[in-house]
């Protein structure tokens, strides 16, 4: 959070700074950062401005929940909540107040919604057969099922309230784009 925090500054600030790289490929498909060396410098002397940030992620978006309702989800039907203990995932709820202070800074919201979160297993082990077959290493399909079960339960706990609209404000705009598990957009909602 803090080279994130540390890197919108810079762009709010128009300063020098480079724009953290990630490679999925590496650690046998785990991902991990590239060194900050190879990550290219933005609004360096001489450069234009960035005007225009499109920031993805895995937390992006997600608000946290009352510790209630972090139990209510827990103690309903669920694919993975069960297989961590309470406390972790109220820790983790928790955590993910921090990301407040980068997506309050957000002007727009493009959510890509699927149809049914399920999908996300699938198209896991759909990128990691390319990594494989691009890069000569990914994961195994039993160690994307094993990934994907460690970061499922976010999809299970923050992905309704994201539905429901990020912004309290009318004056930013929340796109929702639900799509198939064709990944072609199959309707189109402005929060």
């Known amino acids: 959070m803090a080279l994130a925090r540390d890197f919108f500054a810079a762009l709010l600030n128009h300063s020098p700074t480079r724009v953290p790289q990630y490679d999925k490929s590496l650690h046998s498909g785990q991902g991990d950062r590239l060194p900050a060396s190879e990550w290219p410098e933005v609004n360096a002397p001489g450069q234009p ?3 225009v940030v499109i920031f993805e992620g895995w937390c992006v978006g997600f608000r946290s929940l009352a510790p209630i309702e972090v139990a209510a ?18 820790f983790v709820n928790s955590k993910l107040e921090e990301y407040d202070a980068i997506t309050n800074l957000f002007d727009a919201f493009i959510h890509i919604d699927a149809e049914s979160i399920e999908w996300v297993y699938d ?18 399909d039993e160690q994307v099922m ?3 079960d460690a970061y499922y339960p976010a ?6 309230k994201l539905r429901g609209g990020l912004f309290s404000d009318k004056l930013r705009c ?13 309707q189109t909602i402005v929060i």
């Not at 999809?155 to 309704?160: G, H, I, K, N, Q």
């Open 146 to 148: 094993s990934f994907v």
């Open 73 to 90: 989800k827990y103690n309903g039907p669920s694919r993975t909540l069960k297989r961590h203990e309470l406390a972790h995932l109220q």
């Open 155 to 160: 999809y299970e706990l923050f992905t309704e």
């Open 49 to 51: 401005k960035v005007q």
């Open 123 to 140: 198209w896991r082990l759909e990128q990691e057969v390319m990594l494989r077959r691009q890069r000569g290493a990914g994961m195994t």
């Open 174 to 186: 929340q796109l929702r784009l639900v799509v198939g598990k064709d990944r072609r957009v199959k």
